[in-house]
Nanobody, 121 residues
């Protein structure tokens, strides 16, 4: 059983900062990639940022230069530092991981339960 638990969401004023964390637990052999998605009301879930176990990163154009994804492989935890927040960043943020539970199975995607980020203008 694998669990991803997010923390760090909340209410912040425009221009402020928040840091999200996602901790993975359970039977995990290897995490290939970690990421953050978000879903605003009435919109599709979209990729915000992703990072591989090797450190390669990918960001949505809308957050480049404002958000930074990082990870601690030993702790099986990854983070999303969000600066210069805008009202359009308001959404439920979900962490995501592509991982293997053993050396004998294919990788699968797992999701956290989501954490609300609300940016007031």
């Amino acid at each position: 059983q694998v669990h991803l638990v997010e923390s760090g969401g909340g209410l912040v004023q425009a221009g402020g900062s928040l840091r999200l964390s996602c901790a993975a637990s359970g039977t995990i052999f290897k995490i290939n990639a970690m990421g953050w998605f978000r879903q605003a009301p009435g919109k599709q879930r979209e990729l915000v940022a992703a990072i591989t176990s090797g450190g390669s990163t990918n960001y949505a154009n809308s957050v480049k230069g404002r958000f930074t994804i990082s990870r601690d492989n030993a702790k099986k935890t990854w983070y999303l530092q969000m600066n210069s927040l805008k009202s359009e960043d308001t959404a439920v943020y979900y962490c995501n991981a592509e991982l293997l539970v053993s050396a004998f199975v294919v990788a699968a995607r797992y999701w956290g339960q989501g954490t609300q980020v609300t940016v007031s203008s």
